[in-house]
């Protein structure tokens, strides 16, 4: 806790828990047991002492009217909100009565979690709930919504998900900002971005569509969606056919470098720019400025990979900095997560262990199927908490037929009465990140960070690890870890041999708030190989891959929904929706809280595209395909080329024209490796409607 002069007030230190790289040090003010002010660390050398547009507004989504604050059961038809306040000792007997019944007539895994990344601090996301439902024996769920695929991918080029310091890219010359929105989904980059710039180098955005970062940039090249892989093939053909490879760093560090010398010759300028939609002098031009630009350090988030062939494009990326032995300087080589950097003790918290042999995997994006086709044996109970699948699963229509089904019993632990609450059958309220303790890493920068409470928790909600200790006593579970306080969780997670975490104790954490790894300050991870692969170096060719059934080499697979792949389909759906985060909203977190910042639900849709189909700035339109349908205005931009529509989202479906969502029209197929979603693999058209 920090000090002030004033004794009435207290400020303590807090960690920002939302699904973002950024993990930023806070700093509450309490006054009387009140927060008063939330601001960012200004000794944190990532968070600099400012906050996002979204979590700087966390107070009043703290202490907002509509939080859920007391245990409610359903007493209306599903999905009409009419709900009875009862007390937490009703929810849990009514919770543990229907468990043990599911379990004794269907087998326990016919009760289903369902959770993602609500909180990503490390007690909220994952730890007494999953000693919880591993020991009931419980369907385990496969959580790949978000970076299955880049993190397959990355890993069999790299090895583990470790990549440029992002302090690093202050003293880069030339960055690549492939596929991430920074200003919006990764702000604490900007300001080494921007010290960058000020140094001298070029900021180049390679993103479908001109966002908020890639106005900001020196130049934008607006790639066709999907068709990343192959721009990083073309890059490769003319650095190795013009002699500006690092040969050295090729023969030393990395596997397969004679497999890549054959596929890259394969994609030919010419022929990237009939795939990509890139000039091929532009292609030319960026290949010989990437491989003649030192330090040059590339930024890819996880939207690029959320396609059919996402995995390999993550993967093919990836081994750009060792063609090039951009990895020999610490603003050098590539960064997608640093979550792989925290050699953290993730058994001694989740205890996987408890789990009985055979259990059966559901993965999450095939909701939708689990609730409504399997049946052996079938899901009988749902229980949902740091997630809102009624809004951000694929193939909504299919999630909703079996969300509305009389047989399941569905249990919702949330902050506020979302989408999926109205299909609940017991919601149980949750604390905020001002009330719980918990204990963080980055997957941006390369520090832990305890969050210390501020205030008490808010009406009768508790943490999701009071919950399921609370549920767990209720089953009967008496297995000591069911009775692990949640600081004694977090040493359990800290307690590791790995030299990067020694002196990060709890109680260090908790007396300065954050402590960075123990990494070098100029860190070049790879500078000379090293690499967490198989072999030790970077994998341009990878027998894993191999013996998976995948391509070992670096290649490029086209979106399953295009003209290349599908040219029926996209004849009658001519248009490709992307649905990327809103600035204020992650993911549905925010939506109704900061909604008047964001203005309406729009899609945005180029002039030409518009005039086609006779859609006028404001008109709304029904954007649909085989799936399903949804309906907004539109907005006419050149932000969005000819066949590109972007949605910007994720807005809760209560607060849309037609109470439907982008995810109506999206898709459970998944993706090359890591069984991800699909969501920017999703041809639709676009039609006028009368309002």
């Known amino acids: 806790m920090a000090t002030v002069s004033d004794p009435a007030l207290k400020i ?57 604050l007391h245990p409610m059961r359903r007493i209306g038809p599903r999905g009409s909100g009419q709900w009875q306040r009862i007390t937490w000792d009703e929810a849990l007997d009514e919770i543990a009565s229907r468990f043990k019944s599911i379990s004794a007539e269907y087998g326990p895994e016919a009760i289903l979690p369902y959770s993602y990344s609500g909180s990503l601090g490390l007690l909220m996301y994952g730890s007494m709930d999953r000693r919880f439902f591993h020991k009931l024996g419980a369907s ?42 920074t200003l919006t989904s990764n702000p604490h980059l900007w300001p080494f971005v921007k010290r960058a710039r000020a140094n001298g180098a070029r ?26 892989a192959a721009l990083a093939l073309g890059l490769m053909h003319v650095i190795l056919a013009e002699g500006l490879e690092d040969r050295d760093y090729l023969r030393d560090y990395t596997l397969g470098e004679a497999e890549l010398r054959a596929r890259a010759a394969e994609y030919p300028p010419e022929r990237v720019a009939e795939i990509t939609g890139l000039p091929a002098e532009r292609i030319i031009s960026l290949a010989r400025e990437y491989a003649t630009t030192q330090p040059v350090a590339i930024r890819i988030n996880y939207g690029l990979q959320r396609h059919a062939g996402g995995g390999m494009a993550v993967r093919t990326i990836a081994a750009l900095p060792a063609v090039v ?97 109205q299909y609940a059958d017991i919601v149980l309220p949750a604390t905020t990140q001002l009330e719980h303790g918990d204990i963080l890493k980055a997957y941006g920068q390369l520090y832990m960070a305890w969050n210390e409470p501020a205030i008490a928790w808010q009406g009768e909600a508790i943490p999701n690890t009071e919950l399921f200790r609370r549920l767990a006593a209720r089953m009967g579970f008496d297995d000591p870890c069911f009775a692990d306080s949640d600081e004694e969780m977090a040493r359990q997670v800290l307690q590791s041999d790995d030299p990067w975490l020694a002196g990060i104790t709890l109680e260090a954490l908790k007396e300065h708030g954050w402590l960075r790894l123990n990494v070098p300050n100029a860190w070049a991870p790879f500078a000379e190989g090293n690499f967490p692969t198989p072999s030790g170096k970077c994998e341009l060719y990878s027998s894993s891959m191999a013996a998976a059934g995948l391509d070992p080499v670096l290649t490029f697979t086209p979106p399953a929904e295009s003209a290349a792949v599908a040219p029926d389909l996209a004849a009658r759906y001519p248009l490709a929706l992307l649905t ?28 030409v595209d518009a005039t086609h189909r006779q859609i ?73 409607v009368e309002r």
């Open 580 to 607: 990327p985060p809103a600035h204020h909203f992650l993911n549905t977190t925010f939506v109704n809280v900061l909604k008047r910042y964001e203005g309406e639900p729009v899609l945005e849709i180029n002039p």
């Open 203 to 228: 900021v180049i955005a390679i993103d479908p569509y001109r966002s908020r970062t890639a106005r900001q940039c020196d130049e934008h090249l607006a790639i066709n969606v999907g068709t990343d």
């Open 616 to 688: 006028g700035h404001g008109d709304l339109v029904r954007v649909f395909n085989d799936r399903g349908s949804f309906q907004l205005p539109a907005s006419l931009t050149d932000h969005v080329k000819p066949g590109l529509v972007v949605a910007p989202s994720i807005w809760w479906r209560t607060l849309t024209p037609d109470n439907k969502g982008v995810n109506h029209t999206t898709s459970q197929a998944q993706t090359d490796m890591g069984g991800g979603a699909t969501f920017y693999d999703n041809l639709v058209q676009v039609e006028r």
């Open 325 to 421: 032995g951009a990895w020999r300087q610490p603003a050098g080589g590539i960064l997608l997560s640093t979550s792989g950097t925290f050699p953290l003790n993730y058994a001694a918290l989740e205890r996987p262990d408890l789990i009985p042999r055979g259990t059966r995997t559901i993965n999450m994006i095939e909701l939708g199927q689990a609730l409504t086709e399997v049946n052996d044996p079938p899901v009988k109970a749902l229980f949902v908490y740091g997630s809102n699948p009624a809004v951000v699963a694929p193939d909504l229509q299919r999630v909703h037929q079996g969300l509305m089904r009389d047989d399941l019993f569905v249990v919702v632990h949330e902050q506020f009465p979302t989408d999926t609450v």
């Open 140 to 181: 385990l769920l496969d959580r790949t919504i978000c970076a299955a695929a880049g993190s397959a991918g990355y890993r069999y080029t790299i090895g583990k998900s470790i990549g440029t310091d992002p302090e690093q890219f202050a003293n880069a010359r030339l960055i690549l900002l492939w596929g991430t929105n």
């Open 12 to 68: 303590v230190r807090a960690a920002c828990p939302h699904d973002c790289p950024d993990t930023c040090a806070m700093l509450v003010t309490v006054k009387d047991g009140r927060a008063i002010k939330i601001g960012g660390d200004p000794s944190h050398p990532v968070t600099q002492g400012f906050l996002c547009a979204k979590v700087s507004r966390y107070i009043e989504r703290t202490y907002h009217q509509d939080r859920l």
